[in-house]
């Protein structure tokens, strides 16, 4: 799609990204002596009707998922490509088909873990999952749906259903990708493919992980062979390290190493992976043309959105300000 197609929603992604909360908003946050000064430091922002209702019943994730649907709503009403923005809210749709399993596999009603975030319907996936049909939604859903399906019909394994799904998603992510014809769009993905492959190979390793079982959950969709990520399996984590600083992921990997094992930490990996991300959403938001900062906003929405549940469960929690802003994440505002 030409550059110029994005020309009115990015003049409104720039009004929008005015809304979004700066440092000193967070730092005010943290530095809030109790649950309650914290949430009054919202009454200056976009947030501020819910305050009141926050402080008394505490159920601030409606309130950040109530925001997150209003944006990507938003979002798909000024946004000229569409599949654009159904890649980015894809994780929400693939969430929902866990549920829809779950509800079909135990005979439950779970309405209340489902996220009315996506562009299709939680109807029709609902739909797709009973009967393995449907007329509107894309093939990509439907070879998920379905090989879920299949793989439980044989195996009658409920865990496997995330795994598999998991995995999908990650593949559905790179088909859709491509299907935007935007360029950037697909190196975005797979770098962001290859972030979670690193984590999953490291948490794998320390867990003592079969390879058949790292076969099952790590993605073909990255940039790194799958087959090289197994392979580092028969040795030890310093041999991940030695490979990944042949890549372009050498500072991540430098930087997750944990000064006392000397070793790669899975919390540090994840860390490192999360605020590279966030430098290339940065990055994207200084675009003048393109979906570049329709992208970059919308994860800085989602940021904004992890960091405020951060800070307000550990002030509810009793965690100290250095304890909530080490698991906090880099947001651009």
Do not use: W
């Amino acid at each position: 799609m030409e550059d110029i197609a994005y020309s009115s929603s990015n003049v409104l992604i720039r009004v929008y990204e005015n809304n979004l909360l700066t440092r000193a908003h967070f730092e005010r946050m943290l530095t809030a002596d109790s649950f309650e000064e914290a949430v009054n430091v919202l009454r200056e922002t976009p947030y501020r009707n819910d305050v009141d209702r926050i402080k008394e019943d505490k159920n601030y994730d409606s309130m950040f998922m109530n925001e997150l649907h209003e944006t990507y709503d938003e979002m798909f009403d000024i946004v000229p490509n569409k599949e654009l923005i159904e890649l980015f809210g894809l994780r929400y749709a693939y969430h929902n088909l866990k549920v829809l399993f779950k509800e079909e596999i135990t005979d439950q009603e779970l309405d209340h873990l489902f996220i009315p975030i996506g562009r299709y319907p939680i109807a029709e996936l609902r739909q797709a999952v009973r009967s393995g049909q449907s007329e509107v939604l894309p093939g990509a859903y439907m070879d998920s749906i379905n090989e879920v399906k299949s793989d439980y019909d044989e195996y009658q394994n409920v865990q496997a259903v995330d795994i598999i799904l998991d995995r999908r998603y990650f593949t559905h992510s790179r088909e859709l990708a491509k299907e935007t014809g935007e360029p950037g769009v697909l190196e975005l993905i797979e770098r962001y493919i290859d972030y979670n492959n690193l984590s999953t190979l490291v948490r794998g390793m320390k867990q003592n992980r079969t390879r058949n079982f790292m076969l099952t959950v790590l993605s073909s969709s990255g940039s790194i062979p799958k087959e090289d990520l197994l392979d580092l399996m028969k040795n030890d984590l310093s041999a991940v390290a030695q490979y990944y600083r042949k890549t372009n992921y050498r500072k991540i990997v430098d930087n997750a190493i944990d000064s006392e094992t000397e070793e790669l930490s899975t919390v540090n990996v994840d860390y490192e992976t999360d605020n590279a991300y966030m430098e290339k959403m940065h990055e994207a938001k200084l675009e003048s043309f393109g979906p570049m900062p329709v992208i970059a906003y919308l994860y800085a929405k989602e940021t904004e959105v992890t960091n405020l549940r951060l800070i307000l469960s550990g002030k509810e929690n009793g965690l100290t300000a250095d304890e909530i802003r080490e698991r906090m994440r880099l947001n651009y505002a």
